[in-house]
Each structure stands twice: as structure tokens, then as C-alpha cells.
């Protein structure tokens, strides 16, 4: 077998490895938001699941944006997310696990301002089952609102451009008005 022979083999093998590039039918994040102190449904918040991709052989190297998908909770504060991150065609990337944030304008989001029932890392993975889980939100005062004013503070990647998620820069720019502070520009990608 000659050399290109072998480099193509290793690229097919390496194609085929990734779990990233295979689509899971019906698998979703599903789950419910509710208000931490009264226990009521919160209607509206958006739930963000973003995927990034990395080169195969890296140590710590750069970051690229895969995919992102977002939805609104229904009135009982409901929500299920496609949990597919699509296709990646580049076959010297792979696909990272995904970011999960849930954001609604007055309440601490998740995964950094939310009533912690269980490691974020096992919240996410019941987010995963067929029952999906229930994500409790405080209610927050105007000072600590500021510390969640732009997609960064959610813990979203800055390699997100803030076109994928229009959901939560609407959301994300109420709370800034209503803080008095400038909308972040929406054709704007993160610093």
C-alpha cells in the first residue's frame, strides 16, 4: 500500500471516528424553567445550545463556532431542544460537547446564576433524558442583573456570532435597556 494510500485510509478512519458528524434522531434537551422562589413556570426564557468545533491534533489551539439552536419555554415553562449538532464535514475537526444556557430578563441564568440542585455536568446530561429536568431560576435585583448583560456572562463562547442566536440577543438587550445600558449591536460578533 503506498503513502497516499495509507493517508487516505487514515483520513476515512478519521472521518468516521468523530460522534460529532452522526445525527441521532429524536434525541433532545428537554426540560422545564421554573421561578426558584414561587415555583411558577417561567414563559420566554430562551434556551441556547451552542457546539464548537477544535482541530483533531491540538493541545490548547483555537476554537471554531459548529452550530448553534435556541427555543423559547412555553407557558407551563417547558422546552425541548434538538440535541443533534448537525454535520461537520471537516474531517481534521471535532465537534466539542455543547453549551447549554438558559436566559430569562430579571432572573439569574443558567449555568452561572441558577439555583444549583446538582452539578452542572449532571444537570445537563438529565437535560438529556426522556423526562428532561427542571431548571430553577432566582429572581434577581438591578446590581446583579449588570453581571448578565452579554452572552459571555452565560458562559456562550465568544466564537458565537450573535446572528446564530437572535433569541437571546433579544433578550440579553431588554435586560441592558431596562438597565439603562447601550443594545449590544446585533451584526456585532463577541470581543
Known amino acids: 500500500m503506498g503513502p497516499f494510500r495509507i493517508l487516505l485510509f487514515i ?27 414561587t415555583k411558577a413556570p417561567i414563559e420566554g426564557a430562551v434556551v441556547v445550545v451552542t457546539w464548537t468545533k477544535k482541530p483533531r491534533v491540538t493541545m490548547d ?12 419555554t412555553d407557558t407551563e415553562g417547558k422546552f425541548s431542544v434538538d440535541a443533534s449538532p448537525g454535520v461537520n464535514s471537516d474531517p481534521f475537526t471535532v465537534v466539542k460537547d455543547p453549551d447549554i444556557s438558559i436566559f430569562k430578563p430579571g432572573y439569574g441564568p443558567y449555568p452561572s446564576g441558577h439555583v444549583k440542585d446538582a452539578p452542572i455536568d449532571q444537570t445537563d446530561k438529565a437535560l438529556l433524558s426522556t423526562e428532561g429536568t427542571v431548571i430553577k431560576l432566582p429572581r434577581l435585583k438591578s446590581q446583579a442583573l449588570v453581571s448578565f448583560t452579554d452572552p459571555g456572562h452565560l458562559l456562550i463562547s465568544t466564537v458565537v456570532p450573535y446572528e446564530r ?14 438597565l439603562g445600558l447601550q443594545p449590544i449591536p446585533i451584526g456585532k460578533t463577541s470581543d
Request: charged share 10%.
Open 165 to 178: 442566536i437572535p433569541l437571546l440577543m433579544k433578550l440579553i438587550n431588554l435586560q441592558r435597556i431596562n
Open 11 to 37: 483520513l476515512a478512519l478519521l472521518s468516521g471516528c468523530s460522534a460529532s458528524t452522526m445525527q441521532t434522531p429524536g434525541l433532545a434537551y428537554r426540560g422545564s424553567v421554573i421561578d426558584a422562589q
Open 61 to 72: 489551539g483555537p476554537v471554531y463556532f459548529h452550530n448553534a439552536k435556541e427555543v423559547l
